[in-house]
T-cell receptor, first 112, second 114 residues
Framework: AQSVTQLGSHVSVSEGALVLLRCNYS??????LFWYVQYPNQGLQLLLK??????LVKGINGFEAEFKKSETSFHLTKPSAHMSDAAEYFC??????????FGTGTSLTVIP | SQTIHQWPATLVQPVGSPLSLECTVE??????LYWYRQAAGRGLQLLFY??????ISSEVPQNLSASRPQDRQFILSSKKLLLSDSGFYLC?????????????FGAGSRLTVL
């Protein structure tokens, strides 16, 4: 089975600062990778996905992520944090069996 | 367009009582359907998934069960709830074709077992 590791269960950044949320996956075959965002008491919304096209993936709300096969990483970044970015972020991987595996999530706090 | 509905949104149940959470998808056919649980401060745990009517796969042994009586309906049930069943339950679907390989989630059902 796949596994996804998100380093840092809580990340705090100042408004306007760079956001970096880390995600590493375990797979011998490049999988499909995703980042989702969850606001309090809501379901998960797709931010972006990597499906073996360009390694730098742009998503909604100014987020992007870079697939690095050599590092088995898919870190999420945003150049300038907004207050509205405060939420829980989940990295996920889909294996060849159509199963999705999620990381434990990173809670992002934006400090005004 | 495709939409996913989950209900009830909030549920408070006593220990030992039954449970039924329902999920329906509109605007697609033969979706893969999933039930996840999110406990407080923890990630998502896959409970069940289904690739078709009557086809249910369980990922975690527990006192919960799932059924798919219709193509776009997925039900999560329990005969007797435990305190540990409290959590945020999320239904999701994955289709084929356009938007493939993307899980789309419902708004969730928050269950509190007292």
């Amino acid at each position: 089975a796949q596994s996804v590791t998100q380093l840092g269960s809580h990340v705090s950044v100042s408004e306007g600062a760079l956001v970096l949320l880390r995600c590493n996956y375990s797979s011998s075959v490049p999988p499909y990778l995703f980042w989702y965002v969850q606001y309090p008491n809501q379901g998960l919304q797709l931010l972006l996905k990597y499906t073996s096209a360009a390694t730098l993936v742009k998503g909604i709300n100014g987020f992007e992520a870079e697939f690095k096969k050599s590092e088995t990483s898919f870190h999420l970044t945003k150049p300038s944090a907004h207050m509205s970015d405060a939420a829980e972020y989940f990295c996920a991987v889909e294996d060849t069996g159509n199963q999705f595996y999620f990381g434990t999530g990173t809670s992002l706090t934006v400090i005004p | 367009s495709q939409t996913i509905h989950q209900w009830p949104a909030t549920l408070v149940q006593p220990v030992g009582s039954p449970l039924s959470l329902e999920c329906t998808v509109e605007g697609t056919s033969n979706p893969n359907l999933y039930w996840y649980r999110q406990a407080a401060g923890r990630g998502l745990q896959l409970l069940f998934y289904s690739v078709g009517i009557g086809q249910i796969s369980s990922e975690v042994p527990q006192n919960l069960s799932a059924s798919r009586p219709q193509d776009r309906q997925f039900i999560l049930s329990s005969k007797k709830l435990l305190l540990s069943d409290s959590g945020f339950y999320l239904c999701a679907w994955r289709g084929l074709g356009t938007g493939a390989n993307v899980l789309t989630f419902g708004a969730g059902s928050r269950l509190t077992v007292l």
